[in-house]
């Protein structure tokens, strides 16, 4: 499945205030949002009746409450909230080499695709082929 192509800019008060209010979360918010202006959703391409998502932070310890960007729509239309929601469970094992790749998404994430099997075309493009 490809990744869904939606962008959108962080809401920087908000976040600011949404970071200081996690557990665990960064020592000066500000840091963690330096150079990361927009944010791409994460999840496999999904209709309008799912919100988009973008991971903002990872709690320590890890896996406990990872903040979530949400929103729905576009420009003056968007509609965005700050979840906590609790990883998803999933994990891809690989029986041959033993490797064990976790979903990064949260629990009940619509699209059902994994993160593992997200595809980021873009990211893709970006990256440097073997022969470069
Ligand atoms: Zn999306
Ligand atoms: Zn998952």
Redesign the pocket.
Known sequence: MLQCTAVTEIPVPEALVALLDLEGGPDDPRDAMADDCFLLCELGEHDESVEHAAHLWTAEPHGEQDLWLLWAGTGAHRVYRFATPPP???VLCDFRTGAVEP?????R?RP????FSVADPLADLIAPTPDD
């Open positions: 998803c469970p999933a979903c990064l998404f949260f629990d994430h059902r695709a994994h993160s």
